[in-house]
C-alpha cells in the first residue's frame, strides 16, 4: 500500500540553485495537490491539478511551477531557490474534485534552502 | 469563502486525561469537516470526517469529534490520551457550493506528559 510518494525526503540547496519535488500516486486519483508547511501556519496551497492536463494557482504559487506529468504523477519545481522556500512540502490526492472526501498525503520533502 | 481557527496552538496533558482541541469554522453554505493528525517526520493522516447525518462522530485511535452547526465548531475529543497520542492536529472544512479543495487550521500541538 504504497499510496502517495514523494521523492526526496530530505534535500538542502543554495540559493539560486533549481530542484524538481516529485510526487505519485497509486490509487488512480485524479486530483492532486501541493502544499507547504510551515510552523503555525498550517497547511498553505501552492498549486493543484484538478485532473490530468489541467494545474491552477493556489494560495502561494510565486517561486513555483508544476507539471502533471500523467494521471500518477505530479511534481513541483523551484527555478531559483530562495530562503524563503524553506519548509516542508507535501503532496496529497483525492479521488475527485469533491469536496467530500479526504485527501491522502505522502510523508514530506524537507528542503532547506542556504 | 471557507475558513478555519483553531483555537489553541499547543495543549499540554497528563496521559490517561481527558483532553479536547477545539475548532471553530466560518462559511456561508454547507461544509465537511475533517480532522488530521500528523506524527513526527510524516504526513497528516484522516483521523475522523463529518459528512452529513449524526453530529457525534468516531474515528480512529478513540478520538470524537461533535458538529456544532449553531455554534460553527468541531471540537476533537478524547476521554484517555496515551502517550502515543502526541502529535499535530489538523482540522480542516470544505464546502458544497464552494471550494472543494479544503482549508486547513493552523495546528494544534497535543503534547502528553507521562
Known amino acids: 500500500n504504497a499510496g502517495v510518494t514523494q521523492t526526496p525526503k530530505f534535500q538542502v540547496l543554495k540559493t539560486g540553485q533549481s530542484m524538481t519535488l516529485q510526487c505519485a500516486q497509486d490509487?488512480?486519483?485524479?486530483?492532486m495537490y501541493w502544499y507547504r508547511q510551515d510552523p503555525g501556519m498550517g497547511l498553505r496551497l501552492i498549486y493543484y491539478s484538478a485532473s490530468e492536463g489541467t494545474t491552477d494557482k493556489g494560495e502561494v504559487p510565486n517561486g513555483y511551477n508544476v507539471s502533471r506529468l500523467n494521471k500518477r504523477e505530479f511534481s513541483l519545481r523551484l527555478e531559483s531557490a530562495a530562503p524563503s522556500q524553506t519548509s516542508v512540502y507535501f503532496c496529497a490526492s483525492t479521488q475527485d474534485r469533491v469536496p467530500n472526501q479526504p485527501q491522502h498525503f505522502g510523508d514530506g520533502t524537507r528542503l532547506s534552502i542556504l | 469563502a471557507q475558513s478555519v481557527t483553531q483555537l489553541d496552538s499547543q495543549v499540554p496533558v497528563f496521559e490517561e486525561a481527558p483532553v479536547e482541541l477545539r475548532c471553530n469554522y466560518s462559511s456561508s453554505v454547507s461544509v465537511y469537516l475533517f480532522w488530521y493528525v500528523q506524527y513526527p517526520n510524516q504526513g497528516l493522516q484522516l483521523l475522523l470526517k463529518y459528512l452529513s447525518g449524526s453530529t457525534l462522530v468516531k474515528g480512529i485511535n478513540g478520538f470524537e469529534a461533535e458538529f456544532n452547526k449553531s455554534q460553527t465548531s468541531f471540537h476533537l475529543r478524547k476521554p484517555s490520551v496515551h502517550i502515543s497520542d502526541t502529535a499535530e492536529y489538523f482540522c480542516?472544512?470544505?464546502?458544497?457550493?464552494?471550494?472543494?479543495?479544503?482549508?486547513f487550521g493552523r495546528g494544534t500541538s497535543l503534547i502528553v506528559h507521562p
Open positions: 490509487m488512480n486519483h485524479n486530483s
Open positions: 480542516a472544512v470544505s464546502s458544497l457550493g464552494g471550494s472543494y479543495i479544503p482549508t
